[in-house]
Structures are given as C-alpha cells and as structure tokens.
DNA sequence: GTCTATATACGGATAGAC
DNA sequence: GTCTATCCGTATATAGAC
C-alpha cells in the first residue's frame, strides 16, 4: 500500500503506524537495525509489543516502512530546499550544512543514510539496495546542480565526490574528540563550491 | 596477559587461541561485531562453541583481543611502510594505496576500522574507544609525516582530512555500484599529495 | 484495534565429565 | 585443554480473549 494513501486515510490506527515508524526510525539510526528490538520501540512509542503486528507482519516490514519514509523525507526536504535557495551554489552549500546543523547527533550516531547501508550491507539484508537507493536521491538531485553550474560532464563524480566527502566528514567526526574537525571540514567545502 | 607473551608460549592453546582471534577479527568486518555469534566462530574455525569460555570469559573480551591485534597488526604494518618508502609523499600514496589493494572486500563490507567503530559506538560499547584509537595509531604516524613535508602546524587536521577521504571513498563505494569511483577518488587523493 | 499469554529459536554463558 | 549438555535471558512472532 502506497504510504501516500495512508496519510490520506488518517484513522487513529493509521496514527499509529506512523508513530511507529517514525519512533523505528529514530532508533534505528540511533541504535542500529538489529540492535533495535520490539521492546525498544514499545517502550519508546507507548504501544504494546504485541499490537507492532496488527500492522506489520515482520521486522523487515517495519524497515521497508522507514526506508520508504525516508526517502520521502529527503525528496521533500530537496524540493524545498529548491524553493527556498535558486542559486544551484547556494543549494550546494546547504547540502553540506546538514552536517553543522545536526553536528552532534552525527558525533554521536554518524550519518543516518550513510550508517544504515553499512550495517544492512554486512547483514547482507534483503532491503539493503532499498537502503542504497537514499544516496541516488541525493545524487540526482546533486547531478541537476552541477549540471545547472556547467558541470554537466563529470556531475556524476562530482555528486559522488561530495557525498563521500560528507560520508567522510561524518563518520571522524563520531570517532574522533576532535570539536573542530566537522566545522573546519565543511568550510573546506563551501570554499570548494565557491570555486566551481 | 600481553599478547607478546603469548606469541612466545608457542603452545598448541595459544595457537588456538591466536585463531580464534583472526576468525573472529574476520567475522566481525564481514558481519559486524554483534550480527557474529559464537556459533560462526565455531564453524568457521572448527573449534568446539563451549571451548571459546576457556580462552576467553566473554563475548567482549574476544573483541578486546580483535583491538589489540588490530593495533598490532596496524603498527607493524606501518612500520614495515617506514623501511620499504623513505619518501613521506610515497608513504602518504601508500596509505591510499591501501583502498584499491582491497577495493573488492571494501565494496563490499567498508572500511574494516570505520564500520566497526561506528558499530561499537552506536551500542555504546565499553570498548569503543578502544576501538577509535585504531584511527589516532593511523593519525600520529600521518602527522609524521606531513610534519617531515614541512606542515607542522597544519599536520593534525591534514591527517584526519586524509582519513576523512578514504573513510567516505569506502563508504560510497560500498553502497554505489559504481566501479570507477574508488579508483578515481584515490587518484584525486594521490595527486593532492604531489601538490603539497 | 488492543492487549496478554505464550510458542519457538537463538544468543551468551556455565558445569562438569573426560 | 576439549567436548557435551544445559541454563537463562531475550529476540521475533503467534494465538486468541476482549
């Protein structure tokens, strides 16, 4: 079932499936995909245990319900930021941004998009190209960028290059003490993205 | 009991031991530290599940002894660097080098350093700082050798800027098919070197 | 739709014979 | 040092009353 049709329905069961998902969501990230248990969404959420099975039949279920979730946070989360910045530079640098605006859950759980896939790939896990396909939104939306900056030739390395960038900064950051390194890091970029 | 000690006992304990160390060291890149059970180091060493509790008391002292080996096996390495390229440029290529000598087992699991140190620090692990300090062994020896390229004061962020690079190479790699992008990130990388 | 009780499997860990 | 049998906790998942 199509989650766009869900949000229309609004019923209080719809209610909370979306909680659930949304509490998943946050744990998953926070604590990882397999270390996250039923009970831990249970107790976070306030919904029983048992009744994660009226709406989802497994686990995996559950991801398949955030990953989706998550890509519609991203592709809405780019088209208003297209609203918002015209300049495809000003969009550039906003991209980086993300990394100082959330600096400190990233210190602390690394990268949401970057840390999932690493964990699912090594779980060899079913959805983990679903899990993947987050960076292609990312990467089209860069591609358009670089593309509109007469970049058209190499905007696919370009858009792979700045996220590996980010990816990079991200994961040092959590295992570093190192305050200043992100901040530093993402001023190194912006400065890359002026000199396009 | 230091691990030197060990290597000079010699006895048949300690080389089972020893092996169950580098399965176990395997399984946790390839798996993840908490998706490997002592039921794949049983099967895939070949040693009885309930012998492990002779070597070692718990779960968590078998990764300790990982950390410790990994350390190990970083410093000689880097010592074994040290003798075979004078030149501090040659030995920064070399550091990268190292992506594309294991692009295929990077494409697939991550940095061995990087996923596990994002792992262990999303379950707040004891030991996860014991497994961050892999990075500071790669961080002091970099230092050295920025600062012998006459950028003393610059010489701590060069390093984690490095790392930073090659840590976000592998991340991407593992989560893009694309083939020709680790091998054309390491040649960026490398030719950032020769501009120092 | 919600909740309790429970089935089933597997994880780490232990005891004790050999 | 090695191996088997087993404990105990927790995980996902199910059944069924309400």
Redesign the pocket.
Known sequence: MNSCIILLMG????K?RNRIVSIADDLFYKKGYEH?????IADASG?????????F????DILCAVLDKRREDIDSMLVEWDKKYPDPKARLKNYMLMLVKSQSNIENFGCPMGSLCLELNKLRHVLQHDANSMFEVFRFWLEKQFTALSHKKDARFLSMHIMGRCQGISLLASTSSDVSYLNREVKLLQQWVDEL
Chains 1, 2 share one sequence.
């Open positions: 019923t209080k069961g719809e909370n996250t248990s039923f009970t831990d919904i029983a245990r048992g009744n994660f099975y009226y709406y039949k497994t686990k995996d």
